[in-house]
């Protein structure tokens, strides 16, 4: 009885508790990472992720080789939180899929806090929210959700997990396949890159923003689009990384934007 005791107690201290370990912010980071891909459909590799996490900034230490972010992952696997599936893809397990949605929330909640109670220019917060995410209890969350008015989708578009947001496509589509002389409404623009969102905020090619495509060259590999300030041209593979979605007018009546587009 004495040794069947002792088994028992070995077996508990040797199986991995993660919802009692403290998890690392590079662990963080990479489920974040996993969830934002897994929200675009994109389940990666070891050599997958590795690229993608090159695109963050070098302050995450989130691994720029191969064997580091294989390392990582293998740790991750031990901790629950991560799987290998047959394809060598790298899954979130439940438990990592709960705490990478938390990471979401918190993460686009800080781009809030940025923007609109700090004041930061739009194309700051997303590299400011990684600074402040880690430190969001849930006590801090629900004040600052009370305090923004309970937004269901971060400044760039991504739904908050939790805040009732679908992340269906409901008739989303990518810039790039978008008709020409028609109005659309920007849905959703890529955080990562700043140089590129000063551009897009510049341009007011921002979420919610109407923009009419005066010219499609796919032969040229150029997009002109028409704001509310200004013509821009862009190429198409800035296009493919943003989502729009149709205009639709009850009034029967033709945005300024479609309207100057036809008449040009």
Known sequence: MVTATKSRAKKRVDTPNPAAER???TTENYLLCLYKMRED???PTITQL???????PATESLGTSVPSVAGMIRRMQKQGLVRIDGDKRVQLTEFGLQIGEDMARRHRLAEWLVVRLIGMDLYRAHMEAHRLEHGMSPEFQERLIERLGRPKRSPFGRPIPGMGQDNTPGGRMALELANERETYVVDRVPEDDIALLQFLVE?????????TVTQ???H???FKIATATEEVSIGYNVAKKILVRPSIRTDGQKSSLEAAA???
């Open 23 to 25: 998890l690392s912010q």
């Open 41 to 43: 459909q994109e389940f």
């Open 50 to 56: 590795t690229d993608y996490l090159r695109q963050l």
């Open 203 to 211: 341009s007011q090619i921002i979420p919610d923003r109407e923009i």
């Open 216 to 218: 499609a060259a796919p």
């Open 220 to 222: 040229l590999g150029v």
């Open 262 to 264: 036809i008449a040009g």
